[in-house]
C-alpha cells in the first residue's frame, strides 16, 4: 500500500522558516518523482516544487525560487522542503505527492508526471 506521510506544517511569522517532510512507503522510491504541491482557500491548487531523486533532477515554481529547497534521504524514502522568507501568499495546505518518472528530461520535465498518489495534507500559515 502506497503511502504519504507529510509533516512539519505549523504557524509562522513572515520571514520565518520552516520545514516540511514526507515520508514515503509502498513503491520503489527511485522510480517515483515526490512533489510537494499547495492549496489556498479559494485557489487553485499549485505545484511548488519536486524531485526525482535517482537522478537528482529538481524543479521549483517561479514563486518559490530562491526561497525553497527541496531534498531527499534515498535511505529514510523522505522528502522534505525547506521554506525559509516565508510569505503570508504562502499559507496554504501543503500536499506530498507521487507519481512515477517517464524519463522525460528538459525543462518542464516535470509536467509529464502522472501525480498518482497523495498525502493527508499539512497547514502551513504565515502571518504578517
Known amino acids: 500500500e502506497v503511502q504519504l506521510v507529510e509533516s512539519g506544517g505549523g504557524l509562522v511569522q513572515a520571514g520565518g522558516s520552516l520545514r516540511l517532510s514526507c515520508a514515503a512507503s509502498?513503491?520503489?522510491?527511485?522510480?517515483?518523482?515526490i512533489g510537494w504541491f499547495r492549496q489556498a482557500p479559494g485557489k487553485e491548487r499549485e505545484r511548488v516544487s519536486c524531485?526525482?531523486?535517482?537522478?537528482?533532477?529538481?524543479s521549483y515554481a517561479d514563486s518559490v525560487k530562491g526561497r525553497f529547497t527541496i531534498s531527499s534521504d534515498n535511505a529514510k524514502n523522505t522528502v522534505s522542503l525547506q521554506m525559509n522568507s516565508l510569505k503570508p501568499e504562502d499559507t496554504a495546505v501543503y500536499y506530498c505527492?507521487?507519481?512515477?518518472?517517464?524519463?522525460?528530461?528538459?525543462?518542464?520535465?516535470?509536467?509529464?508526471?502522472?501525480?498518482?498518489?497523495w498525502g493527508q495534507g499539512t497547514q502551513v500559515t504565515v502571518s504578517s
Open positions: 505527492a507521487a507519481g512515477a518518472f517517464r524519463g522525460i528530461y528538459g525543462r518542464t520535465w516535470w509536467k509529464y508526471v502522472p501525480w498518482d498518489y
Open positions: 524531485i526525482h531523486s535517482r537522478d537528482g533532477i529538481t
Open positions: 509502498g513503491f520503489i522510491f527511485g522510480d517515483y518523482v
